[in-house]
């Protein structure tokens, strides 16, 4: 069996109101449609990664509440190592309340509850773990401190880091450089790279910066024009697949998913970058963020279609 995929990472409950017009401050609207789906990134990557085949082991914090053991079923379900999958006391899981209006405009707010919880001492425990890692996975919605963490852990026992740089907001700059891989959207390569990033060539300066600075290599998701991927000799674009988007929620989780099996598996650049976007686009062809994400199957016959 591969090494481990080792996400670290959020665990969210979402709710969600869609509605033919956002209320103004005050304003009750009546008649909205509800929909509970379960998300946060790290959650969302982790599931990604398990369908696409990878050997997934998941560390995360969730609180009491409801939904909570739902949750760990489905995690279950999906065969992912949930050993260090740690239950809180006295807190809820991490909830995402969403409203939706009818030109896809939307209020959003997020109570991070027990992902907050997730702290370098629980990294600590989880140790064990970190001994079956061939990568660790991250995203941005645990404590910076507990990311310094793992990044540190990681760089001692040689296991590369992917680090999804989302969302984007601040961060001790002196850990870029001890990232492997970085994972970024063009809003995410801006921030990172303190530039501007309009279009592919500004994301181009972007990762070079971002590669200057000693990170190995830098992917740059662009929605329907595809991704590529930067080292300090090259890059490999690849266009996106053709496809009838319905949801794009989470494209770039299915995407980080995928590609960290592609790459477990040591797919070469190209064809890990097409591994991952042909997961990512048959996740947008279908409604919420766990639900959408394809299995191996999936991927393989959609691949052998499209190629
Ligand atoms: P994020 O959700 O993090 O902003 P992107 O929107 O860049 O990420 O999407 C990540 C990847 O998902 C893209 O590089 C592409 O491969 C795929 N993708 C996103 N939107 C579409 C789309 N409309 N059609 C096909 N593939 C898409």
Request: contains cysteine; proline residues 4%.
């Given at each position: 069996m591969n090494k481990k995929i080792v996400v670290i990472g959020s665990s969210n409950v979402d709710l969600i109101m869609k509605m033919d017009h956002l209320p103004e401050k005050g304003e009750t609207v009546t008649n909205a449609d509800f929909f509970q789906v379960y998300g946060g990134k790290g959650a969302n990557q982790a599931v990604a990664a398990a369908r696409a085949g990878g050997n997934v082991a998941f560390v995360s914090s969730v609180g009491e509440d409801a939904y909570t053991p739902q949750m760990l079923k489905n995690y279950k379900n999906d065969s992912i190592d949930t050993r260090f999958v740690f239950e809180e006391a006295g807190i809820a899981s991490g909830h995402a309340l969403i409203m939706i209006g009818d030109q896809g405009d939307n209020y959003l707010s997020v109570a991070p509850g027990a992902n907050y919880k997730l702290t370098p001492e629980r990294v600590d425990q989880a140790l064990p773990v970190f001994e079956e890692a061939g990568i660790i996975v991250m995203q941005y919605e645990i404590?910076?401190?507990?990311?310094?963490?793992?990044?540190?852990?990681?760089?001692?026992?040689?296991?590369?880091?992917?680090?999804?740089?989302?969302?984007?907001?601040?961060?001790?700059?002196?850990?870029?450089?001890?990232?492997?891989?970085?994972?970024?959207?063009?809003?995410?390569?801006?921030?990172?790279?303190?530039?501007?990033?309009?279009?592919?060539?500004?994301?181009?300066?972007?990762?070079?910066?971002?590669?200057?600075?000693?990170?190995?290599?830098?992917?740059?998701?662009?929605?329907?024009?595809?991704?590529?991927?930067?080292?300090?000799?090259?890059?490999?674009?690849?266009?996106?697949?053709?496809?009838?988007?319905?949801?794009?929620?989470?494209?770039?989780?299915?995407?980080?998913?995928?590609?960290?099996?592609?790459?477990?598996?040591?797919?070469?650049?190209?064809?890990?970058?097409?591994?991952?976007?042909?997961?990512?686009?048959?996740?947008?062809?279908?409604?919420?963020?766990?639900?959408?994400?394809?299995?191996?199957?999936?991927?393989?016959?959609?691949?052998?279609?499209?190629?």
């Open positions: 404590p910076e401190e507990t990311i310094k963490h793992v990044i540190d852990l990681a760089n001692t026992r040689n296991i590369p880091v992917l680090m999804n740089f989302a969302p984007a907001r601040q961060f001790d700059f002196s850990y870029i450089p001890k990232i492997d891989i970085l994972v970024l959207n063009e809003v995410e390569a801006g921030f990172l790279a303190e530039m501007k990033v309009k279009n592919e060539q500004d994301a181009e300066q972007a990762a070079i910066k971002l590669i200057e600075q000693g990170v190995e290599k830098v992917i740059i998701t662009l929605g329907a024009q595809g991704a590529f991927v930067r080292s300090k000799n090259e890059k490999i674009a690849v266009p996106a697949f053709k496809v009838n988007a319905v949801d794009t929620t989470a494209a770039g989780d299915t995407f980080c998913g995928a590609y960290a099996v592609a790459n477990a598996e040591g797919m070469i650049s190209r064809v890990a970058l097409q591994f991952a976007s042909a997961a990512a686009a048959l996740s947008v062809t279908k409604m919420g963020a766990q639900p959408s994400a394809p299995t191996r199957t999936e991927i393989e016959d959609f691949l052998k279609q499209s190629l």
